[in-house]
Nanobody, 124 residues
Framework: QVQLVESGGGLVQAGGSLRLSCAAS????????MGWFRQAPGKEREFVAT????????GATDSVKGRFTISRDNAKNTVYLQMNSLKPEDTAVYYC?????????????????WGQGTQVTVSS
């Protein structure tokens, strides 16, 4: 049974930083791509960033490029999302997910397992 547990969310002022973590258990973490998604109230879940199984290849949505960085530590079965220069429009529940493949993957349906989410709120 694969489980993903996010942590690190919270309330931060615009321009601030947060680092999200996602700890995985069950399955073989190092064999799969991972991703971060977010969902704001009244909106659909959207892609944020993705990383391949070994960490060599990454991708991010245009709105976070240059501000957010995805990384992973396969020895710790953990994927991270470093978020800098946060903006109020980044406010959402952030989810990590494990891809069906080695990744990177960019679409919701390409992910098989999801965490419960962590709230990120950016005040102006």
């Amino acid at each position: 049974q694969v489980q993903l547990v996010e942590s690190g969310g919270g309330l931060v002022q615009a321009g601030g930083s947060l680092r999200l973590s996602c700890a995985a258990s069950g399955g073989t973490f190092s064999a799969y791509g991972m991703g971060w998604f977010r969902q704001a109230p009244g909106k659909e879940r959207e892609f944020v960033a993705t990383i391949s199984y070994g960490g060599r290849n990454t991708g991010a949505t245009d709105s976070v490029k240059g501000r957010f960085t995805i990384s992973r530590d396969n020895a710790k079965n953990t994927v991270y999302l470093q978020m800098n220069s946060l903006k109020p429009e980044d406010t959402a529940v952030y989810y990590c997910a494990r891809a069906r493949s080695r990744g990177p993957e960019y679409r919701v349906y390409e992910y098989a397992y999801w965490g419960q989410g962590t709230q990120v709120t950016v005040s102006s």
